[in-house]
């Protein structure tokens, strides 16, 4: 009994309801008359629409400027709204910024627009984005662009002024220049451009505008990744400019800077380089030591630097200007072989001065050779040890004066 009593009931239902031709069993009339009046508006919208042909005005003479004609409409319009986004990665050798943009995208039909007096006002209504001429977001010189929508489903809202909009989100690849000259302590600049192809210039316009809600400090901040904070985000249209008036496009750009976090290459790079020419240095100088065990320690550092300079050299572009952090390990160099050449140099001349000086005996003589030992090293370990942290010092100085 406690079965049947709610089978017969459905069923009781269905043969209620199905006598109004709707299945779904617990419809208000409210929503029954909604259902309808949209099916009339559908209807009578698509009956005579034809999604493959656009909206675009075309009588227009392309060598004009643009309004030229006073009785045509406007330039029909696009606009790309960004909604969010997020850096993926960036690899600096191939100069390649990837984002995540989570974008809408609107525009005007003019044949998808009605009265709403005549359909008890209603003023919208959603559709698969098929039934719909829509136009294809390009991105402009872009490597490589992954629309993450199932072709099949995309959906587009559209409303009684011929207004259409749906969501998109893409991954895109944009190829940016990068200026690695302050590298690690850099900021690169990078756009992502949309256009309209094949349009002319004279018969659209894109625009594209950036959601309020992202610039929100909170938000911000989550849209870089863990090497790059984004620091700046605008938008804005530039034209395409050739010198002939139909080749000219409108290019809505979305630019990005973002700030590297140096910290990786403070503490793998930087600082182990500033302790191990420091104690080299000491090394170098050690008195006692055999000439060979001197000149092995400065080789070793020397071989240990270029290394270093390998491990950057795979992080930045093959571009023609030496970072920063190439210049502190460079100048690290250079003060170990300048240690090297004091330590051999001191040696051969000491080797060289000591027995002439030893033939004549005056106060001079002996205050000179007493000077050619341990005072003359000990005098160039401290300048080159203090050359050594001055370097490091002035490098660290260019995270502070970052600002960030
Ligand atoms: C829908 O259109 C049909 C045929 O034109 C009409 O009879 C019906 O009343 C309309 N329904 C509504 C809710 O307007
Ligand atoms: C875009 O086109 C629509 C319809 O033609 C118009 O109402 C609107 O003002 C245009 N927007 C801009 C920014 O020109
Ligand atoms: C919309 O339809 C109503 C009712 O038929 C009519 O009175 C009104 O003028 C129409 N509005 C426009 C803008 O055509
Ligand atoms: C439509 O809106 C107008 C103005 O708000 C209102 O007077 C009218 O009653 C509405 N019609 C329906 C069917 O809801
Ligand atoms: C972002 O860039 C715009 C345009 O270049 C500039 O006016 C603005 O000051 C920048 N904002 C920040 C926080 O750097």
Redesign the pocket.
Known sequence: MGIVFPLSFLLNQYIFLSSTNQYFPFVIPQYKEFLEVQSNLTKNLFTDYDPTISPVYTWIDVDQPIGYDSQAPKRWNYTVFLYYLKLVEVQEPEEKVSVVMELMEYWYDARLSWN??LY??TTSFYARQDNVWSPTLTVFGVNDIMDFRDQDNRMVAIDNFGFLWDYISVRISANCQMDVSRFPFDTQTCQIRFCLPIFYRVQVEILNEIYEGIMDENIFKTMGNSEWKLINLTNRVEVLKYNDNMGNMDLAIFEITIRRNPLYYIYMIVFPSFVINFVSIVGVFLNGADKMSRLNVGLTNIMTMTFILGVMADKIPRTGNIPLLGIYIIINLVIMLIAIAIVTAITELRRWATPKLKMKRSALRTQLEIFLGPPLEYTSAIILELMTCANFLVMVGFWFDDGS
């Open positions: 709403t007096s008890q006002n």
